[in-house]
């Protein structure tokens, strides 16, 4: 299924530290690394458990370092950087990884094999590596794994001086906890092979991606002791057991049998396999793109336990379930691959947290503190989504339920809520800063001001008014006021936006204290939805003109830029500490999701023409050949401005994939 291109002989360090893997357990938690076993994140680890799905991470399990002991000579296939050192350096034995269908590495010293696989138990925060041996020759062999344990908050490092563990430890292995105030995560670990403990602490392990990203990149870590077999077959199987509560049939008075043990961890392993397999049975897709982003959507979908529903991860390793992000990614993760039912969760999920018409912009960290609302757009997604639910469903019960909340979201955008989001009198939206999509704030500086009217806000508004008027009609509900309300916005919108001069829109337009108006001429990819969305209000020419000027100023291979390259604050480079970097987010960088809108608006423009879609398919060749580099079998969050649009930031983002996934399918294989 999907495989990876096997692995040259001779590795580039630099290179392999920025491919990266990762598996998911539907709750939050994952697994992480890079193709050679390094962690180069401080975010990496073989068990990153979430204490609260889908939030409060840690790491927990950072690694297994293997060892095979052949005729009494150590051989050591891990791989750790430390100040101005990389040992061991065991991917020198590494002759081929393949991430799909699952992380394997395969190693081979001599005449002796050694095939790795990862996988993780669904919906449970529990890592299983799985181990097979080929010794054909019949050589003196002895494995050793040791196992180096973080057990941290996901966005912390951790030093010797500043820890204190606790450890039982069995036969087949041990209890690692902390003593650390609120920080009460037991690790288990268990294998089918004997545990000795011997326990370490190692120093100065060295993060590279976050040295580049100018964040702490240095912690010790600690080892409770190893594993240890003594191999006498030609094919022997091992595992080990990374969980913070193993399930019960792996915790059973049984487990103590080892034939036993290591049947339930295969079925576990064929449990996963087949759950992959019927992921893409499911979607009945018939080329490899939509296979990949199919597979790629299902890492995003996560249980919540505080709303006991389905929610969704923005993005890999660091974020949580956001609303906006969760709304616009939506169609493309759940209804484009029929996923109706967690639609449906994932909608009731943020519905039921909707207060004066703001659904939140985020969930807590933790899981327990109040959701954060500062969002002017995700309402008017949720609005969107709603109407695409029912496009693909024609489930008028759901529509009903969310109807509520539709209300409510256009009766206090209406009326004002909070943050100032509020319906002037030529019916346009206006709001606060810092509540639009590019939200980056610096202490109290705004890096990309867009208090006032933006153009995308009004577009999602008027959308929004249009599916209220659709559903509502379906439903036997009273739609006359949006229907006033929507005449009011188009009849308005292009004497505010237009701007005659760059034959394009205005991307915020804002009214001074002295009364003046100033209009914010940017060359941002936000207009694209004035075009891309169902319900817009520009004639067909200035749609034109407004995807001819997206595409000029703003297209690449990887996605739109978020600002012309024209305009002086453009920052074509993602990099430098965290103050550039968020200088630079919103302010040239590629944002791949937005690749979606172009192409629907693009295509749209074109009437469908044969032409159009081909350019579009082939707009997608090189966001194809990204899903084996960064994180591989996924797409990032964003690219560098300039050319060779370096992948930055998350590299598994929910929106990216979604949105291209649902152009894919919606506009090009329509």
């Not at 995003?300 to 929610?311: L, M």
């Not at 153009?455 to 949006?482: F, K, M, P, S, V």
């Not at 996605?559 to 200088?583: A, C, T, W």
């Amino acid at each position: 299924m999907l495989p990876s291109p096997p692995y040259n002989d001779e590795f580039d360090h630099e290179a392999a530290i920025s491919r990266e893997w990762l598996i998911t357990n539907g709750t939050g938690g994952y697994a992480s690394s890079t193709v050679i076993g390094e962690n180069s994140r401080k975010y990496h680890g073989l068990l990153v458990a979430s204490a609260n799905p889908p939030v409060d991470r840690r790491v927990l399990l950072s690694s297994l370092d293997e060892e095979l002991i052949i005729e009494g000579e150590v051989f050591r296939l891990a791989v750790h950087s430390y100040p101005d050192t990389l040992y061991p350096s065991g991917f020198q034995y590494l002759e081929r990884f393949s991430a799909f269908p699952l992380p394997t590495f395969e190693y081979r010293v001599g005449n002796v094999k050694l095939i790795k696989t990862v996988f993780m138990v669904h919906g449970t925060n529990t890592t299983v590596v799985r181990y097979r041996i080929f010794n054909t020759a019949r050589q003196d062999i002895v494995l050793r794994i040791l196992p180096l344990v973080a057990n941290r908050g996901f966005h912390e490092l951790r030093k010797a001086e500043d820890a204190s563990f606790t450890e039982v430890s069995i036969d087949t292995g041990a209890d690692v906890g902390s003593n650390l105030v609120d920080d009460d995560v037991l690790l288990q670990l268990r294998s089918n092979m004997k545990f000795k403990r011997d326990s370490h602490w190692y120093y100065n392990f060295q993060y590279e991606m976050e040295r580049e990203r100018g964040e702490a990149y240095q912690e010790d870590l600690y080892n409770p002791g190893y594993f240890e077999e003594h191999i006498v077959d030609n094919v022997c199987e091992f595992y080990v057991v990374a969980s913070d509560d193993l399930p019960d049939e792996m915790e059973s008075e049984h487990i103590l049998d080892p034939a036993l043990a290591l049947e339930l961890v295969n079925f576990e392993y064929e449990k996963e396999l087949s759950r992959q397999k019927d992921l893409l049975d499911k979607y009945s897709f018939n080329d490899d793109l939509a296979k990949k982003l199919s597979v790629a959507a299902d890492s995003f979908i996560v249980q919540r336990r505080s709303t006991d529903s389905h929610s969704i991860i923005a993005g890999y390793h660091w974020f949580a379930d956001w609303g906006r992000d969760a709304m616009i990614s939506l169609p493309g993760l759940t209804l484009v691959t029929g996923r109706f039912s967690d639609a449906k969760e994932i909608l009731r999920t943020f519905s039921e947290n909707c207060s004066d018409g703001l659904i939140p912009n985020r969930f807590s960290d933790d899981g327990i503190s109040a959701p954060d609302y500062n969002t002017v757009d995700a309402s008017l997604w949720f609005i969107h989504s709603v109407g695409r639910y029912y496009s693909y469903t024609k489930d008028l019960r759901t529509v009903r339920e969310m109807w509520k909340t539709v209300v409510s979201i256009i009766h206090n955008y209406k009326n004002g809520t909070s943050y100032g989001i509020r319906m002037d009198d030529d019916g346009l939206i206006e709001h606060e800063g810092q509540l639009t999509w590019m939200d980056v704030k610096i202490g109290d500086q705004e890096i990309t001001p867009r208090a006032g009217k933006a153009c995308e806000i009004n577009a999602l508004w008027y959308n929004a008014l249009c599916t209220a008027i659709r559903l509502g009609e379906l439903i036997g509900e009273e739609t006359a006021e949006y229907l006033e309300i929507a005449e009011l916005v188009k009849s308005n919108f292009i004497g505010v936006f237009w701007n005659p001069e760059d034959r394009c829109l205005y991307d915020c337009v804002s009214v001074n204290e002295d009364g003046t108006v100033t209009n914010d001429a940017s060359v941002r990819p936000n207009q694209i939805f004035a075009v891309s969305l169902p319900y817009t209000m520009l004639d067909t020419d200035k749609e034109r003109l407004v995807v001819e000027k997206v595409k000029v100023d703003l297209l690449t291979p990887y996605g739109l830029r978020s600002l012309s390259p024209n305009d002086n604050r453009y920052v074509g480079m993602y990099g430098g500490d965290h103050n550039s970097r968020d200088r630079a987010y919103h302010n040239g960088m590629v944002w791949a999701w937005l690749m979606g809108p172009f192409i629907t608006a693009y295509v749209k423009v074109n009437g469908n023409s044969l032409l159009s879609l081909e350019y579009c398919r082939q707009l997608l060749s090189d966001l194809e050949c990204h899903l084996d580099e960064a994180g591989i079998g996924s797409i990032s969050e964003i690219f560098d401005g300039d050319s060779p649009h370096r992948p930055r930031g998350c590299i598994a983002q929910a929106w990216s994939v979604a949105e291209i996934l649902r152009a894919y399918i919606e506009d090009i294989n329509s």
